[in-house]
């Protein structure tokens, strides 16, 4: 399909732009519209390239799709939650997600199957590191969980459905926001699940780019990037400094830099220090960056880590954070505008599902970070919609870096924007198709 933008505003000018599937044939002031399939008028908007989220999870995405929602957003106590699941459609499994603990406190087995007792039932934690299961749950995947609490054992918690989840509806959302990249942060991911999608970008049910932090040292296969070996630290079970500093090694010998996900101050103090002793690689970079306190952000800088901040979590938890986060790491919590000025590269991104996927909505948050009730976290970290959308405009392998630019050449999607506040009027997927966006 042959496409001209008009009336598009790039890099503050005036202009036109013509896309011919996945290249841009021209730009400029004659763009010729007499045979193009389709004219879009811009009306003076800014265009910007396809957006990259930097952190997120496809296969968690397209399995919540089908699940239960179970957070404050949806359920407010312990009767909406037993409405909810036991209201979940079909006679097998009922997946919830979401679960934080200000819905109706810490959840068990006991608690499981006081709701739901004829089903098997398994909750996520909103953090994607607990899951919980009901008796009927454990007895089907013969586990040894007395207490139903099951932590970090997504391989475990998963054998019941194992088939890989399709990734078209996944693909499609992220596309209707523009998004036409995609970092995926799932550690440790298996051939399987590499081959499920480089399978799924070759054949466009996944139209976006894709890197994966997670994929196997010895992968190859260029329809999913490698990037940087996932470091996930077990908040409550840190590694010792010399079993991380082996880890960043072994990423090392395998020439990755490498993404440690760091949401407590002292997994970010470890990080930081086996970094300095180990060297630090172009890559490098924290995922989460949840308590950064002041005095390590030259250390940072020296060593060239990016953070890949979720902005939109002060607006879904912020209220909890206020009640359950220690003051002192209150005054730090993902921090924004005083990394980009102390010159720490940063990037927001969604962590979807466990955060709201939508770009434009990080966007604003980033700007605001209010609460859900309207109380603020770090006023002075607040930055504006450009430098947010910035960091989705920075490429996959560069978070936080100059922004990707529109060039005549191969494209990697285009939105036109909205005026503020700032979201995508019309997109143009990576092979140059008009996408409706979401509103
Ligand atoms: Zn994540």
Redesign the pocket.
Known sequence: MKLVITNATLDARPTSIAVDGHMITAIGDHVPTNTADAVVDAAGAAVVPGLHDH???LFAMAAALGSVQCGPSAVHSIDDLARALRDAPGDGEIRGVGYHESVAGPLDRDVLDRLVRDRPVRVQHRS?GLWVLNSKAIAERHLDASDGRVFRGDEVVRSVDADLPDLAEVGQQLLSYGVTGVTD??PDLEFAAMQHLAAAVASGVLPQSVTALGAPDDWTDPEVAQGPRKLLLHDHDLPTYDELAERVHEARTATRAVAV?CVTRESLMLTLAVLEDVGAVTGDRI??GAVVPRDVYRTMRSLGVAVVTQPCFIRERGDDYLTDVDPHDLECLYPYRSLLDAGVPVAASS?AP?GDVDPWSAIAAAGQRRTPSGATIGRSEAVDAATALAGYLSPAADPGGPPRRLRVGPHSGLCVLTPPPVRAAVVVSRSGQLVSPRG
Do not use: F, N, R, S
């Open positions: 952190h997120l999870h994607g942060a799932t996900h995922e989460h962590d466990y």
